[in-house]
């Protein structure tokens, strides 16, 4: 049975391109990461079992940079929007600048770079904020910890409970991605046919999900205006 759509709940699905004026790259514009270095020697299970302290080095060095940049507008308007509508953010980026904003419902499908876990079957995670993880650190299992992020060829994270915030949302709003990754951009299928749905991004996406209104420009600019527009609306309610 299609659920029932919720007008006045929001969903934020983010991208890299969120974060791209706090000062963080994205992977696929002009100057991203996977334009300057191989994801598969860098981000996948084969790089971790042939070159882990390479990965290692990699993963600390961004842990170090996400941990010092700042949330910019965006972030800030979307964690001021929870005081006028449930909010629920679904982001593929691995830093924590959601959170360091002040939003509450944060669903991360790619992992956490301020996190660290172990290499078992049933691994524990550690907080680490900005800091590095050595080799030869280990678990408390006595595995050797990694970064808690998902690498390709890797399960991507909170599907379900994604798709089902989606489903139900009222008003949908894509930021920074490229929706050039699966199955995280399949997501988008799910959204209700009735909900109000706005993809800000610098450029369109080949993939442009069905009956999405694209705006094109910077985030940190169009994001507050939109959020804006939104509660003033529901304020009114
Ligand atoms: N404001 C708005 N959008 C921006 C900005 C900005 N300041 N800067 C860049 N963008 C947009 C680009 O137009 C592009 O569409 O952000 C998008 C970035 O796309 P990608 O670099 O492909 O990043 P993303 O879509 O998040 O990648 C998805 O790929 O490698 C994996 O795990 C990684 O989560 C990541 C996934």
Not at 93 to 101: F, G, I, K, P, Q
Request: hydrophobic content about 40%; some cysteine.
């Amino acid at each position: 049975m299609k659920p029932k759509m919720q007008p006045d709940k929001a969903v934020i699905f983010s991208g890299a391109g969120l974060s791209a004026e706090s000062g963080l790259p994205t992977f696929r514009d002009a100057d991203g990461l996977w334009n300057n270095h191989s994801w598969f020697e860098l981000a996948s299970p084969q790089a971790w079992a042939s070159q882990p302290e390479v990965v290692q080095a990699f993963y600390n060095e961004r842990r170090h940079k996400a941990w010092e940049a700042q949330p910019n507008a965006a972030h800030l308007a979307i964690a001021a929007l929870e005081a006028t509508c449930e909010v629920v953010v679904i982001t593929q980026n691995v830093d924590a600048l959601h959170e360091r904003a002040g939003s509450t419902q944060v669903i991360h499908l790619h992992g956490e770079l301020a996190w660290a876990r172990g290499t078992s079957a049933e691994p524990k995670r550690y907080h680490l904020g900005g800091e590095s993880i050595a080799m030869g650190q280990c678990c408390e299992d006595g595995t050797q910890l990694r970064p808690d992020v998902v690498w390709f060829g890797e399960q991507t994270r909170n599907m379900d409970v994604a798709r089902r915030h989606l489903r139900n949302a009222g008003k949908v709003l894509v930021v920074g991605t490229s929706l050039t990754v699966h199955p995280a951009a399949s997501l988008l299928g799910a959204v209700h046919y009735m909900a109000q749905k706005v993809l800000i991004a610098k450029e369109r996406p080949e993939a442009m999900p069905p009956r999405f209104h694209f705006a094109c420009g910077n985030a940190a600019t169009l994001v507050p205006r939109l959020i804006q527009r939104w509660s003033s609306a529901l304020s009114c309610i």
